[in-house]
């Protein structure tokens, strides 16, 4: 099953997240692109806070698993528990495991077994799919 064809509790249709999104937001979310590396500000951020999904909102990872991968996307060794879910991406010629927001499906990045302690796992995230909200902005 594709993330296209699964329900979603925010179902919109592409139509609709176009009109919500930018159209770098829109193509990483919802047509699995991914954004150059080194280009997220959020690559370099380290302060207090929550990353949610840039799509719908829902709270996805908090900063204190954030860390630097060196690899110039946001990278966190663990999500908010039942925040995201995994399918499996054999585009590429690889077979990489693809993260997508549970709550509306919005693609983020791909999760990778190379990862710091606790965890060991690498979640490797797109920054436009990703809002940042600085502790007590809220
Ligand atoms: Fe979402």
């Not at 909102?57 to 908010?80: A, D, H, Q, R, V």
């Not at 791909?110 to 979640?123: A, E, L, M, N, W």
Request: with cysteine.
């Amino acid at each position: 099953m594709t993330t296209s064809d699964k329900e979603f509790k925010v179902n919109k249709t592409e139509q609709e997240w176009k009109e919500i999104l930018t159209p770098e937001e829109f193509n990483v979310l919802f047509k699995h692109g991914t954004e150059r590396a080194g280009t997220s500000p959020l690559d370099k951020e380290y302060g207090e806070g929550i990353y949610e999904c840039a799509a719908c909102g829902i709270p996805l990872f908090t900063s204190e698993t954030k860390y630097n991968s060196g690899t110039g996307w946001p990278s966190f060794y663990k999500p908010i528990e039942n925040a995201i879910e995994t399918s499996v991406d054999r585009s590429l010629f690889m077979t990489r495991t693809e993260v997508h927001c549970s709550c509306c499906g919005g693609h983020l990045g791909h999760v990778f077994g190379d990862g710091p302690k606790p965890t060991g796992q690498r979640y490797c995230m797109n920054g436009v799919s990703l809002k940042f909200q600085p502790k007590g902005d809220k």
